[in-house]
């Protein structure tokens, strides 16, 4: 079964760090490229960060850029994101998701079931 | 960034309703565009992707259709498990993904 498993979200305050993890089951994680998205509370989806397969090219929403750090460990099948600098604003689900492709389209599936980050003081 | 939007943001409907939600992007994404749906507490999951792609093991009453700038989720019939929050998806910008704000589909 494709599986994603995040783990790493709680409480922290203002200022703060925070490492999210997402441990891959299922599939060859070394080939998917792999995401970040957010959903903060009440709110929409927000795409936070991708990362391909290798770790050659990585891209970062702009409210995350220069804080956030997105990587990878495929020994590890695992996915991270190194959160600095938080902010109220960053308190959300964070939920980790597979970019599928065929050759003409991609989207995001499977998605994990999310972790919550809260930052406050 | 590709912006994306959603219309209506919320839609009240009766099980056994035709129901169409839009979603409008900013420039032209050819037929990339993905649908999501989303329940309360739960990880979103794909419906269409594509544009018109319907995911494997989703009921055939979810069709998407469109191209361009101009999309459309309908659902043909609607089932007590359809109300939730529908989400569209640019994948143009590959790596750069935007998502519309989203529409609440409510039981009237």
């Known amino acids: 079964e494709v599986q994603l498993v995040e783990s790493g979200g709680g409480l922290v305050k203002p200022g703060g760090s925070l490492r999210l993890s997402c441990a891959a089951s299922?599939?060859?994680?070394?080939?998917?490229?792999m995401n970040w998205v957010r959903q903060a509370p009440g709110k929409g989806l927000q795409w936070v960060s991708s990362?391909?397969?290798?770790?050659?090219?990585?891209y970062y929403a702009d409210s995350v850029k220069g804080r956030f750090t997105i990587s990878r460990d495929n020994a590890k099948n695992s996915l991270y994101l190194q959160m600095n600098s938080l902010r109220a604003e960053d308190t959300a689900v964070y939920y980790c998701?597979?970019?599928?492709?065929?050759?003409?389209?991609?989207?995001?599936?499977?998605w994990g079931q999310g972790t919550l980050v809260t930052v406050s003081s | 960034d590709i912006q994306m939007t959603q219309s209506p943001s919320s839609l009240s409907a009766s099980v056994g309703d035709r129901v169409t939600i839009t979603c409008r992007a900013g420039?032209?994404?050819?037929?990339?565009l993905n649908w999501y749906q989303q329940k309360p507490g739960k990880a979103p999951k794909v419906l269409i992707y594509?544009?018109?792609s319907l995911q494997s093991g989703v009921p055939s009453r979810f069709r998407g259709s469109g191209s361009g700038t101009d999309f459309t989720l309908t659902i043909s019939s609607l089932q007590p498990e359809d109300f939730a929050t529908y989400y569209c998806?640019?994948?143009?910008?590959?790596?750069?993904?935007?998502f519309g704000q989203g529409t609440k589909l409510e039981i009237k």
């Open positions: 998701a597979r970019t599928s492709v065929t050759t003409s389209t991609n989207w995001f599936d499977p």
């Open positions: 299922g599939f060859t994680f070394s080939t998917y490229t």
């Open positions: 990362i391909t397969s290798s770790g050659s090219y990585i």
């Open positions: 420039q032209n994404i050819s037929s990339y």
């Open positions: 594509g544009a018109s």
């Open positions: 998806q640019q994948s143009y910008r590959t790596l750069m993904y935007t």
